[in-house]
């Protein structure tokens, strides 16, 4: 084990950690003022509950031995075994990397409160995020990551393109198709309530996103640095081909099209950080916050209520990063060739792996929102939505002014 790699990784995680808190900022302030506290207890409540499902049985289902390629063993439930290296990182003590990809799941799960976020009870809200951790998350981690058939494929995924972010968003489409839309009509403050709130954590959350791609490298080493660097430049002008897209067609360039572009950058280097060169990153950044902006306009031609662009960022922008992995990876960075360098067969397993993710994940969570709703109900009462969650399901409220 080496104590430096052990000090980088422990500071990652710390970073990743960072990102769910954010991501309630970051949230909270696009919803009205009724309903800025439910909103961002999703986020903190995926921190208590994932960690609980993670220690209990998540992490051994991810990363336990294999079994024929769908499922981790129960080597490490209630995180028996912990003792000595990590088996996947043997560098790392098993605590180390444990703790790390803990961070992942917490953040995956609060990124799909964004699709039903202002109308889902908070009953629901927890019951779903603990049946999808166990029968989604923890199956996709290790299919990616944990020697799972996706790995076998020869699909790479360096930080979570299909792992957190095309997992997140096919779950948010299913909680939009299943929960539906939230009530318009005679309801005042249905715009963002508080920008400066949603730019604070969109700052941290591009902060944390540096320990979530440099950290998969799994080591403080020159692979750790540049995926460091194409994370901040694929950022960089992802921000700028969102705000390019939105001054032209709107005339207008505006600060949550800035922040919504840098989470678009954010999202599509995401699986390809520690593959491609440089300006490869700079190129799919910049694709990413023009695709990603017209992605998010495709829930008013399909007419699903995806209230905080779950599926229209993460979704799309995972689904281009995974994909143009397969084209611009390098060998020269990490051992792994794509179109442009040779091997067309990368850029085939990795469609594959998009197909197959937003197709399991689907399914299934629309299979766990049928059971959930039998079970406690999804969506709160028209009278407790119009009068906000914040009071209805918390007794709360956000201002008192």
Known sequence: MNAT?????????SMVFVMTPALALFYG?????????STSFHSYASLGLVTAVWAVCGYS???????????????YVFLAGM???APLAGNLPHAAFMMFQCMFACLTVALISGSYAERIRFSAMLAFSLLWTVFCYCPMAHWVWGGGWMAQMGAVDFAGGAVVHMASAAAALACAHAVGPRLRIGLTGTSPHNLPMTLIGGGLLWFGWFGFNAGSALAAGPLAAHAFATTHLATAFGMIGWLLVEWMRTGKPTTLGAVSGALAGLVAITPAAGFVPLGSAMFMGFAGGMVCYAGVLLKNRFRYDDALDVVGIHGIGGTLGAILTGVFASAQVNGVNGLLYGSPRQL??????????????????RLILLLVDKAVGLRADPDEEAAGLDLNEHHERGYSL
């Not at 594959?352 to 993710?357: E, L």
């Open 5 to 13: 790699d052990t000090a980088f990784i422990l500071v990652c995680a």
């Open 29 to 37: 302030g696009l919803v009205s003022a009724r309903n800025v506290l």
């Open 61 to 75: 289902l991810a990363f336990g031995s294999d079994a024929s390629g769908i499922i981790g063993g129960l080597d």
């Open 83 to 85: 003792a000595g290296p």
């Open 348 to 365: 085939l397993v990795q469609t594959v792996s998009v197909i197959a993710t937003w197709g399991y994940v689907y399914l299934a969570s």
